[in-house]
């Protein structure tokens, strides 16, 4: 890693780029082997590829049945794959070094860093180790209990383990895949099931940092001790479980005289609930999505574009985003030059950044709506849908991934590869170090609006 640095003076951001494109040959390679797939099964390279990226980005958009492709040493490797892409390369990669005994100096805090969206070197390999016991033990946990509850589904404890050890994961990275080959909609009367994977979905989605200081909260309370909950805590989680209720409360209301109209309040209620938690990354879906309407539809798009929480299994562009341009145009309009959130500042560096990241995020997904329609022979909303899904990293569908073409799948896998890595990260590829000059021209006032 330090070769890497020293011979080609690469910055963190492009470092973890090439090691995602690492992770995806590698991911391509294990896919391919025979032993992964059943007999009889045949798919290009461009499948192979989009699966890939789709598993290391934890998307769960896929151009063929994984039930129906991979055998059981294939969906070992898939889960392997979604870990990977879940919990992160440098997340593994630190774990790796500390087995080892390696060192872990200031270029690997730096790439660190950079993968997890921090702005502080301090602390990094604590919180490294901290997210990988806490990702473990939320999956060993939900697979025990998906696990044991699904002996009354299946003939034998390896089929109903199995199903819940791949359910859990794949809940808890947000992954969206499935082994059962119609995702969660064998459970849609099962509200347990959809409860536990409700759980997954958030612990996964919320933000390690806010996990770690949750168990630090409840470790320090039977202690005595005062702690403290930072203002990313306080602000992405409000903002996550606002976008989650009111997606519920949107869905409920437009869906009342359509696809709920002859069901059960609590049918509706847990419709509505799954399908506004599954949208922030999840990709799993109780129903298909394409009965909805479409306001309904437009909801689902905007909670896919936002996406998860900084610093978590998600993509898009994230919860803070969204909250720091919501108070930016509040304390525009009341005339104030700071924002001031929880009896805090925010940084005038994260306001830039959550401008620029939300804006070059429309300007992403704009265009790639643009080629799809170009290409595609597909509705404008089916499109829509497909990419806020990609770059949200999401993995749900209206049913036309398969269908896609070639120019098709490649551009939704370059949303997928973008998505994971984050926006920033894509930015600060073509970044070439700081430009700072010593000097500066006459400023001069232009018209805005």
């Not at 797939?37 to 994984?66: E, Y």
């Not at 794949?170 to 895949?177: D, H, K, L, R």
């Amino acid at each position: 890693m330090l070769y890497i640095f020293k011979r080609n003076r690469l910055k963190p951001a492009q470092i973890i780029v090439s090691f995602y494109l690492i992770a995806v040959f590698i991911s391509v390679c294990l896919l391919s082997l025979p032993i992964a797939l059943k007999p009889g099964v045949d798919w290009t390279f461009l499948d192979v590829l989009f699966t890939a990226v789709s598993a290391i980005s934890v998307t769960g958009l896929s151009v063929v049945s994984v039930v129906d492709t991979f055998s059981t040493t294939g969906i070992f490797i898939l889960l392997f794959i979604l870990q990977f892409g879940g919990i992160g390369i440098m997340t593994l990669g630190t774990f790796l070094w500390l087995v080892m005994r390696k060192k872990i100096g200031l270029k690997e805090r730096q790439l660190i860093m950079t993968d997890q969206n921090q702005s502080d070197l301090s602390g990094l390999v604590r919180l490294m180790r901290q997210i990988l016991i806490i990702i473990v033990l939320i999956e060993l946990v939900g697979t025990l209990i998906l696990g044991t509850y699904f002996l009354t589904y299946f003939p034998t404890w390896q089929e109903a383990y199995l199903q819940g050890l791949f359910a859990s994961v794949s809940a808890t990275t947000n992954a969206g895949f499935d082994i059962t080959g119609n995702s969660l909609v064998p459970f849609a009367h099962d509200y347990f099931v959809q409860s536990i994977n409700i759980i997954l979905l958030t612990l996964g989605a919320i933000g390690f940092p806010v996990l770690i200081e949750l168990k630090d909260y409840f470790l320090n309370r039977n202690k005595n001790k005062a702690t403290h909950f930072s203002l990313y805590t306080k602000l992405t989680t409000i903002t996550f479980f606002l976008l989650m209720i009111l997606g519920t409360i949107f869905i409920l209301l437009f869906e009342a005289n359509h696809f709920f109209e002859k069901k059960s309040w609590h049918e509706s209620f847990f419709y509505a609930f799954f399908q506004s938690s599954s949208t922030r990354n999840g990709g799993l879906a109780t129903m298909d999505v394409s009965q909805f309407s479409e306001p309904t539809l437009w909801i689902l798009c905007f909670l896919m574009f936002i996406g998860a929480s900084p610093s978590s299994v998600g993509g898009g562009v994230r919860t803070t985003t969204l909250a720091v341009n919501v108070l930016l145009l509040y304390s525009f309009a009341k005339g104030h030059k700071h924002i001031k959130v929880f009896r805090r500042e925010i940084h005038e560096d994260d306001i830039r950044k959550s401008v620029v990241v939300g804006f070059l995020a429309v300007i992403i997904c704009f265009t790639a709506s643009i080629i799809l329609s170009a290409t595609e022979p597909f509705s404008t909303m089916e499109i829509l849908f497909e990419v806020s899904s990609a770059f949200g990293t999401t993995g749900l569908s209206m049913g036309i991934t398969p269908e896609l073409s070639t120019w098709g799948k490649v551009v939704i896998i370059l949303l997928m590869f973008i998505g994971r890595i984050g926006i920033l990260s894509f930015i600060f590829l073509f970044n070439r170090g700081d430009q700072e000059v010593n000097y500066h021209y006459p400023k001069e006032r232009i018209i805005i609006g």
